[in-house]
């Protein structure tokens, strides 16, 4: 890894959002600030300068100042639209930054958790049989054996799941796609619930450099809502969940279900996919998370790295280094910002040249 790069943060800090009105669980996805410090303190061991930039508006406002980064480290999650984990990227591709994790596309197909259902079942990955409640008219032609298990389409961290996530009879899905489908404002997506052991695989690495770096199996405590990885118990897990280190063909298998659907999604740099069995054992794909949670001690990714004997600055070197595959050598030191007048200068003998062509 080349040492002393100049590497810009960009983030969500929940304490920002709250600050402004917003609510808990609007906010639920940003970070907190020692995950910033955690994840500056990583890359200056590393040999880096760091740079904080904080969420999209700073960014835009920095980059139309004319301020360059030789990478950006980029964990914001975005608030608005289906697009919200796009944003950043989006703008960092179009002034050719360099930049941490999954490009637009990926960033955007990925939050749309159908949309990445279908993409990995087209590949002949297994995952669970669904529908998209999209109004409530939906709601009467879902067609799948119960029990089922209803979330919002687009969110992360649990957010919308708990013990009512779980449904065993027409009536209870009806209530419960009206609840979500009025306080999200997006469509629910309903899956055949599995009941069987359920893993999350963290991955580092691009296409096929892409590797396992470990995996763990989520056992919920005797508080914890059962059988569903809720918010809840993802806000609380320290109380509420054991993290275990499986081991097994089962665990196998989830393994390379999970690093097929990385792949065939063209998840970048790091982050982690969950599974989950069904009743006969067969493992199925549920959802990716291309922009994981890195909080040394509360975050998945982290846990499972810690588990498998992995330092936290170790994950970030790793995500880093496979982030610098993507970078040309040209690209490893920050380019100059030509001033306003030498701007003019240039428009103004383009607009000459234009001139004595015509």
Known sequence: MPENLKIGLTYDL????????????????????????????????????????????????????????????????????????????????AYEIPYTFSDPLVSALTLHKALAKRAVRDAGIPTAEFFVVECEADIERVNLPYPVFAKPNNEGTAKGIDATSKI???DELAQVCRRLLAEYQQPVLVETFLPGREFTVGIVGTGPAARIVGTT????????????????????C?????????????????????????????????????????????????????????????????????LHGISYQELIRMIVDSALERMPARTLRAPTVKSAATLDRAATTNRAATVRER
Request: aromatic fraction near 6%; charge should be negative; proline fraction near 5%.
């Open 168 to 170: 065993n009879s027409p």
């Open 217 to 236: 199996e989520i056992i919920l405590m005797d508080r914890a809502d059962p059988e569903v990885y809720s918010y809840k118990n993802k806000e609380y």
């Open 238 to 306: 320290e109380e509420l969940v054991k993290y275990a280190r499986p081991e097994g063909t089962i665990v196998r298998r989830a393994e390379e279900i999970s690093l097929a659907a990385w792949r065939v999604l063209g998840c970048r740099d790091g982050g982690r996919v969950d599974v989950r069995a069904d009743a006969k054992g067969d493992v199925k794909f549920l959802e990716v998370n291309p922009l994981a949670g890195l909080h040394p001690e509360h975050s998945d990714l982290p846990i499972i790295c810690t």
């Open 14 to 93: 929940r304490a920002d959002y709250l600050a402004e009105g917003y609510g808990e669980l609007e906010t639920a996805e940003f970070d907190r600030p020692d995950t910033i410090e955690a994840i500056e303190n990583a890359l200056r061991q590393l040999g880096h300068q760091t740079d904080r930039i904080g969420h999209f508006k700073n960014l835009v406002k920095r980059v139309a100042n004319g301020d360059r980064w030789d990478m950006v480290f980029n964990i914001a999650e975005g608030m608005h639209g289906i697009g919200r984990e796009a944003q950043v990227p989006a703008l960092l591709d």
